[in-house]
């Protein structure tokens, strides 16, 4: 429920507060009192596209803020949830705007964007008039519209998923049938590539293994005969057997020496353990190295061919072994991709099966509830001195997708026999209002804690009908907080709360107030609406039977 909408320095409102109340709530006055300008405020603090020029003449800024009373479990509460936003028992809209053009809104003191506002707003507001293309008017919308009075969101939300389900099986089959076709294109390919690969069978390391074994024989292949003779001068018939025969010399004669001849004898005894060790090196160098031309040629064979293949394809010889995995393994999903194709077509029949099955039932329960809402209209058109209309919920067959696969459409025939057509196609304004009228009471039902404002829906109508639908406004009322913009004395006199709009002229400055009316200036009000200007005994009588009656 909306409880109060303060307004500052908005168009040629300084400042008003409004304290609404539950039931129906009638706000009158002359034309051009600023009744629209209330409407213009609501709709800002709520988010809509309206007036770009909102702020009052000479203010820095204006501002407006709505407090709502949601309850527990009303849809704003979700909203709420999803955008981060505290769950109160109160929520107080506030959206202020510069002179410059720049918005600012905040949701129970926190900033949000307009859009929060909106989504808000579908909760908590409905605006309905004469002129609404956007609302029951708007045929695009009619399909929610019914589904909603027909208790069907369980219904639709399975008809999403099998619909999402479906989609999901065909783009998994396409995809599978395109990377088929990829890989059936290239099957020659595969099969050569894995063979060659396969016939190789390089190992992880084995390049750098035989570029260093191939280095180390050419490295032999050019020094094997400085090394040999290297070898050689070291031997027992070189070096080693000079300092062999030193050594048996001077342990020949050193004990003559007194001790003298000890350390060159150790020093010899040195040197030729180092000469076993050097002799030891170049022979285990010399035997690493033993190769045969046969050798190296196959050690540089292969090298090559893997190099040769790792170029071939584009990457490194140690990856060349996961290469061959990645090729055989798009062989086998060649050679087992006909499977696949199967088993998902098979999938897709089965998705589109379940979606046909759960839209069929939908469109079933779609009719069942369009009968039940024609059947409602038709009551509800009765009182509202259009007995003889007909109003339909045609459903025509549409493409397949996530709604279902039916078109819902409400159309209107004012005259027995007369070909039915879109709402505001077929009726005149008058008979607009009561149709969209009785079609708000019927879809209201369905609705939870919405505040309805309908602005001068009872334009051209008048007497026995403006009384109906003054009735009707009442009734819905007793299920919803209803506002009525109204220039009919027969609506306003069913209101529960009235309050009166006009303006005034002061310092030469035009400002427009709202006033709530007791009984007493209820009747002269409405005596205004019924006599104009002159307000005469007679008017007020009549405006105390309206009340009374």
């Given at each position: 429920m909306l409880r109060s909408l303060d307004i500052r320095d908005m168009l040629i409102i300084d400042h008003l507060t409004l304290e609404f109340r539950p039931g129906l709530n009638v706000l009158t006055g002359e034309t051009g009192a600023g009744k629209s300008i209330l409407l213009d405020a609501l709709g800002f603090v709520l988010g809509w596209r309206g007036r770009a020029e909102l702020v009052r003449a000479g203010a820095a800024r204006g501002e407006v803020v709505a407090v709502f009373e949601p309850g527990p479990?009303?849809?704003?509460?979700?909203?709420?949830?999803?955008?981060?936003?505290?769950?109160?028992?109160?929520?107080?809209?506030r959206r202020v705007n510069t002179?410059?053009?720049?918005?600012?809104?905040?949701?129970?003191?926190?900033?949000?964007?307009?859009?929060?506002?909106?989504?808000?707003?579908?909760?908590?507001?409905?605006?309905?008039?004469?002129?609404?293309?956007?609302?029951?008017?708007?045929?695009?919308?009619?399909?929610?519209?019914?589904?909603?009075?027909?208790?069907?969101?369980?219904?639709?939300?399975?008809?999403?998923?099998?619909?999402?389900a479906w989609t999901a099986a065909r783009e998994?089959?396409?995809?599978?049938?395109?990377?088929?076709?990829?890989?059936?294109?290239?099957?020659?390919?595969?099969?050569?590539?894995?063979?060659?690969?396969?016939?190789?069978?390089?190992?992880?390391?084995?390049?750098?293994?035989?570029?260093?074994?191939?280095?180390?024989?050419?490295?032999?292949e050019r020094n094997r005969e400085e090394i040999a003779l290297a070898h050689a001068a070291l031997s027992p018939e070189g070096a080693e057997g000079l300092l062999a025969e030193a050594l048996r010399?001077?342990?020949?004669?050193?004990?003559?020496?007194?001790?003298?001849?000890?350390?060159?004898?150790?020093?010899?005894?040195?040197?030729?353990?180092?000469?076993?060790?050097?002799?030891?090196?170049i022979e285990a160098w010399m035997a690493e190295a033993a190769f045969s031309p046969a050798e190296l040629e196959a050690t540089e064979e292969r090298l090559f061919a893997i190099r040769a293949l790792a170029r071939k394809h584009g990457v490194l010889p140690d990856d060349l072994g996961d290469l061959a995995e990645d090729l055989r393994s798009r062989l086998a999903a060649l050679e087992g991709g006909a499977e696949d194709i199967s088993r998902l077509q098979a999938g897709v029949e089965e998705a589109r099966a379940a979606y046909e099955a759960a839209a069929a039932a939908l469109g079933r329960a779609r009719r069942e509830a369009a009968g039940r809402l024609d059947a409602a209209m038709a009551k509800e058109l009765a009182p509202l001195k259009m007995e003889r209309a007909l109003f339909t919920t045609e459903i025509t067959p549409a493409e397949p997708g996530a709604e279902g696969m039916e078109s819902v459409a409400f159309t209107v025939a004012t005259n027995p026999g007369a070909p039915p057509g879109p709402l505001?196609?077929?009726?005149?304004?008058?008979?607009?209002?009561?149709?969209?009228?009785?079609?708000?009471?019927?879809?209201?039902?369905?609705?939870?804690?919405?505040?309805?404002?309908?602005?001068?829906?009872?334009?051209?109508?008048?007497g026995a009908t403006a009384d109906a639908v003054g009735r009707r406004l009442a009734a819905l009322a007793?299920?919803?907080?209803?506002?009525?913009?109204?220039?009919?004395?027969?609506?306003?006199?069913?209101?529960?709360?009235?309050?009166?709009?006009?303006?005034?002229?002061?310092?030469?400055?035009?400002?427009?107030?709202?006033?709530?009316?007791?009984?007493?200036?209820?009747?002269?009000?409405?005596?205004?609406m019924l006599a104009g200007d002159t307000v005469t005994t007679e008017a007020r009588a009549a405006a105390r039977a309206l009340l009374a009656g």
């Open positions: 479990g009303h849809p704003a509460c979700a909203v709420l949830e999803e955008a981060g936003l505290p769950v109160e028992d109160e929520l107080i809209l002179a410059e053009g720049r918005k600012t809104a905040w949701v129970n003191d926190r900033r949000v964007s307009g859009e929060v506002l909106r989504r808000l707003s579908a909760t908590l507001v409905e605006l309905h008039g004469q002129h609404d293309d956007r609302g029951l008017l708007d045929a695009r919308g009619h399909r929610a519209l019914l589904d909603e009075f027909g208790g069907l969101s369980g219904q639709v939300r399975k008809v999403r998923a099998a619909w999402g998994a089959l396409a995809e599978a049938e395109a990377a088929l076709a990829v890989a059936r294109a290239e099957e020659d390919f595969l099969r050569h590539a894995v063979a060659e690969l396969d016939e190789l069978d390089p190992a992880p390391g084995e390049e750098a293994e035989l570029d260093a074994r191939r280095r180390l024989m050419q490295a032999a010399r001077l342990e020949g004669v050193a004990g003559e020496a007194g001790g003298r001849l000890d350390a060159p004898l150790e020093a010899l005894g040195r040197a030729l353990d180092e000469l076993g060790h050097a002799q030891q090196g505001q196609r077929i009726a005149s304004g008058g008979e607009l209002s009561r149709f969209l009228l009785a079609l708000k009471v019927c879809l209201t039902r369905q609705s939870t804690g919405l505040t309805m404002i309908f602005d001068e829906i009872d334009r051209g109508v008048g007793c299920e919803a907080q209803v506002l009525v913009v109204t220039h009919s004395p027969q609506v306003a006199a069913r209101g529960q709360h009235h309050w009166k709009v006009e303006k005034e002229v002061s310092g030469g400055v035009t400002t427009s107030r709202v006033i709530p009316l007791d009984d007493s200036a209820r009747i002269d009000e409405l005596a205004r």
